[in-house]
């Protein structure tokens, strides 16, 4: 996996792979894209919680059910929601601007991504 454990340097590390939590799905990554925010981390320029798997553009298919999950198989063709928590309560989220919430955290910046 690529892990960008601080500001401005990246790097290949072997780390452990997850495994899904309740109520979450392992993704096996079929293709993942690069962009923009992932290089404003690199430059520390949008904020993120290093170390840190970066990206957040991600396809593949359903490879693990955690527990709880119902109504998807493994197999299924997925991709994932940017936002991986967000408060639901400040006036962003009630207005349904989710990307604006203060609290919002993201796959590949706050919590491992697909690389």
């Given at each position: 996996m690529k892990v960008a454990?601080?500001?401005?340097?990246?790097?290949?590390?072997d780390i452990p792979e997850p495994e899904p939590g309740p109520g979450q799905v392992k993704i096996r990554v079929r293709a993942a894209g690069l962009c923009g925010t992932d290089l404003h981390i690199y430059k520390d320029e949008f904020r993120s919680w290093p170390p840190v798997v970066l990206g957040h553009e991600v396809a593949g298919e359903i490879a693990e059910l955690g527990e709880g999950v119902a109504g998807l198989a493994p197999?299924?063709?997925?991709t994932t929601e940017t936002y991986f928590s967000y408060c639901g309560e400040c006036r962003y989220c009630r207005a349904?601007?989710?990307?604006?919430?203060?609290?919002?955290?993201?796959?590949?910046?706050?919590?491992n991504g697909g690389f």
């Open positions: 454990p601080g500001v401005g340097h990246i790097e290949v590390r197999g299924l063709r997925v349904g601007q989710i990307n604006l919430c203060p609290e919002r955290r993201s796959i590949g910046s706050a919590v």
